[in-house]
């Protein structure tokens, strides 16, 4: 009886290839055929690139839902989101979504560009990736400023009033890079018409392309990077997987996951909204949107020309330049390239989170008392001084890492660990422990 069947199994033709469905076309359009079985690790990327594009397709319908009931004319703006959220079926529902799928794209596309450059993804082949990285970044932020403003409540006015008008302290073309931003001298109706039309036609189109252009460069440099021993980027070495179902189903996990938490805020937390925008009436205190709290927390330190203009500009030149500075540098692939590497990020980020606390607690009361040296000009006194100490305090922890063993990526990081808690602090500090007059409160203190 055996033997028959063993016999017309053995002659029976191979079974051909089976098509791929139209869903797995469009994944392989995305990902190669077969991955390393050993970039499947969820430690490698945490998921944050695709819960990234999941945050931006829940922007992108939730927006277009928004849009049916939206008027951007300060004279309707308000009364068209105020209409929406009371009495719209679901409407409070869908602005929740959108506003906590924008605050989370922000924080996921940061926590990404961080999980790359700790494990050495921003180094050659792949310096042009992380390029476009940081400015897919800067993207995400412009984005979810201009729609910050639509709208149109107090809480949203003064935010862009205190965030365009900390272009006036650029050199020389301040004012009319507020102006331009501003579409005038004051936030008005052109200000809204500008910031509306980039945020649902100029920066989405900006994004898709780049976002396009993003995943061609990843699939062209073989994928996530991969610890050494386990795979190269040009010929992985290990096992091969299938993408699809490998790859597809960790990333649909993913995906639900994003989408389930989303859900969740929206029906527990509702977006802010206040009054309607007063121009002669400001809050106080008045503050920017929590991602750029950080520089409204330096204004309150130092001077406007440096918080504002030359500390985050050297800070963007120098987040482009972070693969220049590895000098030719291969990535190991590992987390913070080594045990040692691991300890002095920590330590390093402790000591930036400590002293930047120390020095937000020890500045309060002399910001208010008069000038320690009087005879220094302020951009001296309150700028360059200051910038020149911090300067001194990254370079000295580069020191230490080299006297410790690091080698230079594990230095840089160790240095960007410093900056990075230090500029944490703060933004938690403008965000939760400034109250009335910008003086440090606890978050629980009732207003006066």
Same mark, same amino acid.
């Given at each position: 009886?055996?033997?028959?069947?063993?016999?017309?199994?053995?002659?029976?033709?191979?079974?051909?290839?089976?098509?791929?469905?139209?869903?797995?076309?469009?994944?392989?359009?995305?990902?190669?055929?077969?991955?390393?079985?050993?970039?499947?690790?969820?430690?490698?990327?945490?998921?944050?690139?695709?819960?990234?594009?999941?945050l931006f397709l829940l922007l992108a319908a939730s927006g277009a839902l928004l849009l049916v009931a939206y008027e951007p004319s300060p004279e309707r703006a308000y009364g068209t989101v105020a209409a929406l959220v009371d009495e719209v079926r679901f409407g409070a529902f869908i602005r929740n979504i959108?506003?906590?799928?924008?605050?989370?794209?922000?924080?996921?596309?940061?926590?990404?560009?961080?999980?790359?450059?700790?494990?050495?993804?921003?180094?050659?082949?792949?310096?042009?990736?992380?390029?476009?990285?940081?400015?897919?970044?800067?993207?995400?932020?412009?984005?979810?400023?201009?729609?910050?403003?639509?709208?149109?409540?107090?809480?949203?006015?003064?935010?862009?009033?205190?965030?365009?008008?900390?272009?006036?302290?650029?050199?020389?073309?301040?004012?009319?890079?507020?102006?331009?931003a501003r579409g005038g001298a004051e936030i008005g109706s052109t200000t809204l018409a500008r910031f509306f039309v980039l945020h649902v036609a100029i920066l989405p189109i900006a994004l898709l392309m780049l976002l396009a252009f993003h995943f061609w460069l990843v699939r062209k440099v073989g994928g996530?990077?991969?610890?050494?021993?386990?795979?190269?980027?040009?010929?992985?070495?290990? @096992?091969?997987? &299938?993408?699809? =179902?490998?790859?597809?189903?960790?990333?649909?996990?993913? %995906? +639900? #996951? *994003?989408?389930? !938490? /989303?859900?969740?805020?929206?029906?527990?937390?509702?977006?802010?909204?206040?009054?309607?925008?007063?121009?002669?009436?400001?809050?106080?205190?008045?503050?920017?949107?929590?991602?750029?709290?950080?520089?409204?927390?330096?204004?309150?330190?130092?001077?406007?020309?440096?918080?504002?203009?030359?500390?985050?500009?050297?800070?963007?030149?120098?987040?482009?330049?972070?693969?220049?500075?590895?000098?030719?540098?291969?990535?190991?692939?590992?987390?913070?390239?080594?045990?040692?590497?691991?300890?002095?990020?920590?330590?390093?980020?402790?000591?930036?989170?400590?002293?930047?606390?120390?020095?937000?607690?020890?500045?309060?009361?002399?910001?208010?008392?008069? @000038?320690?040296? &009087?005879?220094? =000009?302020?951009?001296?006194?309150?700028?360059?001084?200051? %910038? +020149? #100490? *911090?300067?001194? !305090? /990254?370079?000295?922890?580069?020191?230490?890492?080299?006297?410790?063993?690091?080698?230079?990526?594990?230095?840089?990081?160790?240095?960007?660990?410093?900056?990075?808690?230090?500029?944490?602090?703060?933004?938690?500090?403008?965000?939760?422990?400034?109250?009335?007059?910008?003086?440090?409160?606890?978050?629980?203190?009732?207003?006066?």
């Amino acid at each position: 009886m055996r033997g028959p069947e063993i016999d017309a199994n053995a002659s029976a033709a191979p079974t051909p290839a089976r098509r791929p469905s139209g869903f797995s076309s469009l994944v392989l359009h995305l990902h190669p055929r077969v991955v390393p079985a050993a970039a499947l690790r969820f430690s490698l990327t945490f998921g944050l690139g695709g819960a990234a594009l999941v945050l931006f397709l829940l922007l992108a319908a939730s927006g277009a839902l928004l849009l049916v009931a939206y008027e951007p004319s300060p004279e309707r703006a308000y009364g068209t989101v105020a209409a929406l959220v009371d009495e719209v079926r679901f409407g409070a529902f869908i602005r929740n979504i959108h506003h906590w799928s924008a605050n989370g794209l922000v924080l996921v596309t940061v926590l990404h560009l961080l999980r790359v450059f700790y494990r050495g993804g921003h180094l050659p082949p792949r310096r042009g990736n992380w390029i476009v990285g940081v400015l897919l970044l800067l993207l995400v932020v412009a984005s979810a400023f201009t729609g910050y403003l639509l709208p149109w409540d107090q809480l949203a006015f003064w935010a862009v009033t205190i965030s365009t008008g900390m272009l006036e302290y650029v050199p020389l073309a301040g004012g009319a890079l507020m102006r331009a931003a501003r579409g005038g001298a004051e936030i008005g109706s052109t200000t809204l018409a500008r910031f509306f039309v980039l945020h649902v036609a100029i920066l989405p189109i900006a994004l898709l392309m780049l976002l396009a252009f993003h995943f061609w460069l990843v699939r062209k440099v073989g994928g996530v990077i991969l610890p050494r021993g386990v795979g190269t980027d040009a010929a992985p070495r290990g @096992p091969l997987v &299938p993408t699809s =179902p490998g790859l597809t189903q960790r990333e649909g996990v993913v %995906a +639900l #996951a *994003v989408v389930a !938490a /989303v859900l969740l805020f929206a029906a527990v937390a509702n977006a802010p909204l206040l009054a309607e925008a007063n121009p002669g009436m400001s809050p106080n205190p008045a503050k920017a949107p929590w991602y750029f709290m950080g520089v409204q927390e330096l204004l309150v330190h130092l001077h406007p020309l440096f918080a504002a203009f030359v500390i985050p500009l050297a800070a963007l030149v120098l987040l482009f330049a972070l693969p220049s500075l590895a000098g030719g540098a291969s990535p190991s692939g590992l987390w913070f390239e080594s045990p040692l590497g691991a300890r002095l990020a920590g330590w390093s980020a402790l000591a930036g989170a400590l002293l930047c606390g120390a020095a937000i607690v020890l500045n309060e009361p002399l910001r208010r008392a008069p @000038p320690w040296i &009087p005879a220094l =000009p302020p951009e001296l006194r309150g700028g360059l001084l200051p %910038a +020149l #100490a *911090v300067a001194g !305090a /990254v370079a000295a922890v580069g020191f230490v890492a080299k006297r410790r063993g690091a080698n230079r990526i594990e230095s840089i990081q160790a240095m960007f660990s410093f900056v990075l808690a230090a500029f944490v602090v703060l933004t938690a500090t403008g965000v939760l422990f400034r109250g009335q007059g910008m003086a440090l409160s606890w978050p629980w203190t009732p207003p006066a």
